[in-house]
T-cell receptor
Framework: DSGVTQTPKHLITATGQRVTLRCSPR?????VYWYQQSLDQGLQFLIQYYNGEERAKGNILERFSAQQFPDLHSELNLSSLELGDSALYFC??????????????FGEGSRLTVL | SQKIEQNSEALNIQEGKTATLTCNYTNYSPAYLQWYRQDPGRGPVFLLL?????KEKRKERLKVTFDTTLKQSLFHITASQPADSATYLC??????????FGTGTSLTVIP
């Protein structure tokens, strides 16, 4: 158990809809990262937050947005969903900022299926 | 742009043998490199970190090398076991740029 909690574990929705994925980082970790992993694809970095502020952005679509709240949990919002958005979405946390070599602790992921 | 490549084809080896996985990177000067293990449908799990000033790092049956001249890291699993079957991901990192993972190599250890 990594200590990172993601909900929901599974989500099935229709094209055009909007969903919110939630992540609670390990106790004490200030950084939260979001990744997308499609079938047979590698981990694609989406965005990173540190102590409530956006620190880095990867290949995140404009239809997607995220935030980190004062209690350090984070939410990833996916809107106007398309079939291609079906994927595993992982959250990871790290105790340090992006300037360190801190290992990432991953949650078990939220599997999104868009029909 | 930076690129991180791992063995694109799956690796099958016999139990007891040494598995060697490769991570190559281009347009990148990482200060360290991490290796993770991912089982199907699960989140990656951190295994090892090696820094640019370290040539080799060991942890139990795992060994990692880091050659900044060749821009390559090798990940070895000695005395491999079926339980080692998984996908292994490398993640070169640097200040402000530690978010990217390689494509991963799928390893199957055959009993």
């Amino acid at each position: 158990d990594s200590g990172v909690t993601q909900t929901p574990k599974h989500l099935i929705t229709a094209t055009g809809q909007r969903v919110t994925l939630r992540c609670s980082p390990r106790s004490g970790d200030l950084s939260v990262y979001w990744y997308q992993q499609s079938l047979d694809q590698g981990l694609q970095f989406l965005i990173q937050y540190y102590n409530g502020e956006e620190r880095a952005k990867g290949n995140i679509l404009e239809r997607f947005s995220a935030q980190q709240f004062p209690d350090l949990h984070s939410e990833l919002n996916l809107s106007s969903l398309e079939l291609g958005d079906s994927a595993l979405y992982f959250c990871a946390s790290s105790v340090r900022t992006s300037g360190s070599s801190g290992e990432l602790f991953f949650g078990e992921g939220s599997r999104l299926t868009v029909l | 742009s930076q690129k991180i490549e791992q063995n694109s084809e799956a690796l099958n080896i016999q139990e007891g043998k040494t598995a060697t996985l490769t991570c190559n990177y281009t347009n990148y000067s990482p200060a360290y490199l991490q290796w993770y293990r991912q089982d199907p449908g699960r989140g990656p799990v951190f295994l090892l970190l090696i820094r640019e000033n370290e040539k080799e790092k060991r942890k139990e049956r795992l060994k990692v090398t880091f050659d900044t001249t060749l821009k390559q890291s090798l990940f070895h699993i000695t005395a491999s076991q079926p339980a080692d079957s998984a996908t292994y991901l490398c993640a070169p990192g640097n200040t402000g740029n530690q978010f990217y993972f390689g494509t991963g190599t799928s390893l199957t250890v055959i009993p």
